[in-house]
T-cell receptor, first 108, second 113 residues
Framework: GQNIDQPTEMTATEGAIVQINCTYQTSGFNGLFWYQQHAGEAPTFLSYNVLDGLEEKGRFSSFLSRSKGYSYLLLKELQMKDSASYLCAQAAGNKLTFGGGTRVLVKP | EAGVAQSPRYKIIEKRQSVAFWCNPISGHATLYWYQQILGQGPKLLIQFQNNGVVDDSQLPKDRFSAERLKGVDSTLKIQPAKLEDSAVYLC???????????FGQGTRLTVV
C-alpha cells in the first residue's frame, strides 16, 4: 500500500499560521487531496493538487512537489473553528489512500 | 444535489453478533468506498467498488466482513461475527472515478460491547 506520513498533532495560537506536512510514495501518483475532519463528523474536501506548486483558496493553501513526494497544507489567520483533524490523501492506481491525520488544536 | 446517505448513524451490539450498514452514494458516482476509522486514526480503506465490481478489498477481513454493491448503486457492509476491535466509525464515500474527490457520508458509529 501507499505509506503516507503526517504529524500526529500540532498546536497553534489563534491568528497564527500553521503548516502541516505530508510525505507519500511517488509511484503511480495521480493527485494529492487534503480533507478537514471535525470531531464526530465526516471528512470534507479542502484542496486538490496534481501539478507542482501552490494552490491558494482563501485562508488555506496547499503545496505539492511531485519529485519529492511532499505536500503541505498552510492554514493562515487561524480561527478557533479550525481546530480539527487534517487528512492528507493520495490518489494512486485508481485508489484514494489516507494518512493518519494531523490533529490541530487552536488556542486563544 | 443529495449527498452520500448512510444508515444507521449509531449501532451498539454485543460481540459475536452480526450487523449491517447501508450506503446510498451520490447519483452517477461510479466509485464507492467503505472506510473504517478507529478513534484518533485516519480512515482505512476496507473495500472499493467501481460500479458493481470490486477494485480493492485487500484490507477487508474476509473471515468476518463482507460487502456488496448490487446494481452498481447502493451498498451494504456486513460484519459477522463482530469483535470488540471492530468498534469504529464506518464511513462510506463515493466519487465519479477512483482518483477524484471523494464525498463522505456521515458514517455509522459502531460500538461492540
Amino acid at each position: 500500500g501507499q505509506n503516507i506520513d503526517q504529524p500526529t498533532e500540532m498546536t497553534a495560537t489563534e491568528g497564527a499560521i500553521v503548516q502541516i506536512n505530508c510525505t507519500y510514495q511517488t509511484s503511480g501518483f495521480n493527485g494529492l487531496f487534503w480533507y478537514q475532519q471535525h470531531a464526530g463528523e465526516a471528512p470534507t474536501f479542502l484542496s486538490y493538487n496534481v501539478l507542482d506548486g501552490l494552490e491558494e483558496k482563501g485562508r488555506f493553501s496547499s503545496f505539492l512537489s511531485r519529485s519529492k513526494g511532499y505536500s503541505y497544507l498552510l492554514l493562515k489567520e487561524l480561527q478557533m473553528k479550525d481546530s480539527a483533524s487534517y487528512l492528507c490523501a493520495q490518489a494512486a492506481g485508481n485508489k484514494l489512500t489516507f494518512g493518519g491525520g494531523t490533529r490541530v488544536l487552536v488556542k486563544p | 444535489e443529495a449527498g452520500v446517505a448512510q444508515s444507521p448513524r449509531y449501532k451498539i451490539i454485543e460481540k459475536r453478533q452480526s450487523v449491517a450498514f447501508w450506503c446510498n452514494p451520490i447519483s452517477g458516482h461510479a466509485t464507492l468506498y467503505w472506510y473504517q476509522q478507529i478513534l484518533g486514526q485516519g480512515p482505512k480503506l476496507l473495500i472499493q467498488f467501481q460500479n458493481n465490481g470490486v477494485v480493492d478489498d485487500s484490507q477487508l477481513p474476509k473471515d468476518r466482513f463482507s460487502a456488496e454493491r448490487l446494481k452498481g448503486v447502493d451498498s451494504t457492509l456486513k460484519i459477522q461475527p463482530a469483535k470488540l476491535e471492530d468498534s469504529a466509525v464506518y464511513l462510506c464515500a463515493s466519487s465519479l472515478m477512483g482518483d477524484t474527490e471523494a464525498f463522505f457520508g456521515q458514517g455509522t458509529r459502531l460500538t461492540v460491547v
